[in-house]
Nanobody, 121 residues
């Protein structure tokens, strides 16, 4: 079974930093067009950052300049570096990607299980 597994969430004070990781498990050759989304209680899931098909990275206006999406293709892992965190960043964060298996199958719309990020003093 192929899936995305997230880690790195936790409690942090305003102005602090966290790095979220999203690793693809199973026989995966690459994570394609990865992105990060978040969902606060009672709110819809929203885009945080994503790499589009052309290779550019798009960020939500609320996180631009503070968050950075990156990836290590050799490790099949995607990261979200979050700096200057604010209380309004509190949410469950989900990674999302299409996955290419080592045997050539391309799967769409894989989601991680979510990791809680709480920003509070």
């Amino acid at each position: 079974q192929v899936q995305l597994v997230e880690s790195g969430g936790g409690l942090v004070q305003p102005g602090g930093s966290l790095r979220l990781s999203c690793a693809a498990s199973g026989s995966i050759s690459r994570i394609d067009v990865p992105g990060w989304y978040r969902q606060a209680p009672g709110k819809e899931r929203e885009l945080v950052a994503a790499i589009i098909s052309g290779g550019s990275t798009r960020y939500a206006a609320s996180v631009k300049g503070r968050f950075t999406l990156s990836r290590d293709n050799a490790k099949n892992t995607v990261y979200l570096q979050m700096n200057s965190l604010k209380p309004e960043d509190t949410a469950v964060y989900y990674c999302h990607a299409n996955l290419m298996t080592t045997w050539g199958t391309y799967g769409y719309d894989y989601w991680g299980q979510g990791t809680q990020v709480t920003v509070s003093s």
